[in-house]
């Protein structure tokens, strides 16, 4: 029988255990440090009427101003929306709604005349909003190949498999592939003004500087590079199902086409939530001033995007923006409740210690 023999303490406090072959085995204990023993100095604050009251009512005073600002601010941020669904029977879009489906080869036009009360000063944005669309379902956020996106040439023909069923059509790779891009918003949004002498005059939209720079410029690159001819560089691929037209057709202009077209760009950075805004164009060239004068509006729509089979809605939505962004009520409505609470709770708090404190030792609230 083989004998171990146990040796002392170590100054780290570790005990060796030897054996017959010369080895060592250290304890679990951890070393004698004043870390590892915890005997490091802290710091744990001591919750008294000094400390308390005065947290709260600071809070309460610091909170209440800047939700009030927030919330002036954003009720100063102009807002309109028009709904095109066209679920009602009185609704101009009503017949594209119901005729339309995504393999349409005719378009369908339809006018919303609406009135904007007040005029909209500076630089107008104009989203698109869709409702009851579910972009944060986990198997279409993973319908994609960022690969293919930055401009790969061997994911442009051999697609992810995350892409299926979107990744081959006729037997050829789809171009961009996956669903998120199968469903792309495509709509066309025209707005015209009519100015009190009768003439409609287009509102200029521009539909560059809507994506994030990082996306166009980092994550999403076309085939070939700049300067490349996509027409031969996208042969031998398909469109997406839904599309009408191929990838390179988006944009006649050359530099906003294919893969680092912005209306694409924007449509693949998916939403959080069922009922979500893009941003569509932008009114920063308009030549009148103000930007869009109060007065009679005409939207005309080329209804491209259907909505029925999820029983969603499509709307327009003209904004302006602030310091803080653009219109949202509720983080002004949040600071001043915060704050408001915090002020009450400290009045409160500063009675019970008036009252059933012990006033020969004030700071101490726990008498």
Same mark, same amino acid.
């Given at each position: 029988?083989?004998?171990?023999?146990?040796?002392?303490?170590?100054?780290?406090?570790?005990?060796?255990?030897?054996?017959?072959?010369?080895?060592?085995?250290?304890?679990?204990?951890?070393?004698? *440090?004043?870390?590892?023993?915890?005997?490091?100095? @802290?710091?744990?604050?001591?919750?008294?009427?000094?400390?308390?009251? !005065?947290?709260?009512?600071?809070?309460?005073?610091?909170?209440?101003?800047?939700?009030?600002?927030?919330?002036?601010?954003?009720?100063?941020?102009?807002?309109?929306?028009?709904?095109?669904?066209?679920?009602?029977?009185?609704? !101009?879009?009503?017949?594209?709604?119901?005729?339309?489906?995504?393999?349409?080869?005719?378009?369908? *036009?339809?006018?919303?005349?609406?009135?904007?009360?007040?005029?909209?000063? &500076?630089?107008?944005?104009?989203?698109?909003?869709?409702?009851?669309?579910?972009?944060?379902?986990?198997?279409?956020?993973?319908?994609?190949?960022?690969?293919?996106?930055?401009?790969?040439?061997?994911?442009?023909?051999? !697609?992810?498999?995350?892409?299926?069923?979107?990744?081959?059509?006729?037997?050829?790779?789809?171009?961009?592939? &996956? @669903?998120?891009?199968?469903?792309?918003? =495509?709509?066309?949004?025209?707005?015209?003004?009519?100015?009190?002498?009768?003439?409609?005059?287009?509102v200029p939209l521009a539909?560059?500087?809507?994506?994030?720079? *990082?996306?166009?410029?980092?994550?999403?690159?076309?085939?070939?590079?700049? &300067?490349?001819?996509?027409?031969?560089?996208?042969?031998?691929?398909?469109?997406?199902?839904?599309?009408?037209?191929?990838?390179?057709?988006?944009?006649?202009?050359?530099?906003?086409?294919?893969?680092?077209?912005?209306?694409?760009?924007?449509?693949?950075?998916? @939403? @959080?939530?069922?009922?979500?805004?893009?941003?569509?164009?932008?009114?920063?060239?308009?030549?009148?001033?103000?930007?869009?004068?109060?007065?009679?509006?005409?939207?005309?729509?080329?209804?491209?995007?259907?909505?029925?089979?999820?029983?969603?809605?499509?709307?327009?939505?003209?904004?302006?923006i602030s310091w803080m &962004?653009?219109?949202?009520?509720?983080?002004?409505?949040?600071?001043?409740?915060?704050?408001?609470?915090?002020?009450?709770?400290?009045?409160?708090?500063?009675?019970?210690?008036?009252?059933?404190?012990?006033?020969? =030792?004030?700071?101490?609230?726990?008498?």
């Amino acid at each position: 029988m083989m004998a171990t023999s146990y040796n002392a303490k170590d100054e780290d406090g570790h005990i060796t255990v030897s054996g017959p072959g010369g080895g060592t085995l250290r304890s679990r204990k951890p070393e004698n *440090t004043a870390f590892k023993q915890q005997r490091l100095p @802290a710091w744990q604050p001591i919750l008294t009427a000094g400390t308390v009251l !005065p947290a709260f009512f600071i809070i309460g005073l610091i909170f209440i101003p800047i939700g009030i600002g927030l919330y002036v601010t954003s009720n100063n941020i102009r807002e309109f929306e028009v709904d095109y669904t066209g679920v009602d029977v009185s609704s !101009p879009c009503f017949n594209c709604s119901q005729n339309y489906s995504w393999n349409s080869s005719r378009p369908c *036009t339809c006018t919303i005349p609406f009135y904007l009360e007040q005029p909209y000063e &500076g630089n107008v944005y104009m989203y698109y909003g869709l409702s009851n669309f579910y972009q944060n379902h986990r198997r279409y956020v993973k319908s994609r190949d960022d690969s293919q996106l930055h401009g790969d040439m061997d994911s442009l023909l051999t !697609p992810s498999k995350e892409c299926e069923p979107y990744a081959f059509h006729d037997k050829k790779p789809i171009a961009p592939c &996956g @669903a998120i891009a199968n469903s792309m918003f =495509n709509d066309t949004l025209e707005l015209f003004y009519n100015d009190p002498n009768g003439t409609k005059v287009l509102v200029p939209l521009a539909n560059t500087g809507i994506a994030w720079f *990082t996306d166009k410029y980092v994550k999403f690159k076309n085939p070939g590079g700049d &300067g490349a001819n996509l027409t031969a560089v996208f042969q031998g691929t398909s469109k997406p199902v839904n599309w009408l037209k191929p990838v390179y057709e988006l944009d006649k202009n050359s530099s906003n086409n294919g893969f680092i077209n912005e209306d694409f760009i924007v449509w693949m950075r998916t @939403a @959080a939530l069922p009922t979500f805004r893009k941003l569509y164009r932008t009114i920063k060239d308009a030549k009148v001033i103000p930007t869009l004068p109060s007065g009679n509006y005409t939207l005309e729509v080329v209804y491209n995007y259907p909505v029925r089979s999820f029983e969603g809605r499509k709307r327009m939505i003209l904004s302006t923006i602030s310091w803080m &962004g653009g219109k949202n009520p509720f983080l002004g409505i949040a600071y001043v409740t915060v704050g408001s609470v915090c002020f009450f709770l400290g009045v409160v708090l500063l009675v019970i210690h008036h009252k059933c404190g012990n006033r020969n =030792n004030s700071a101490d609230i726990s008498n």
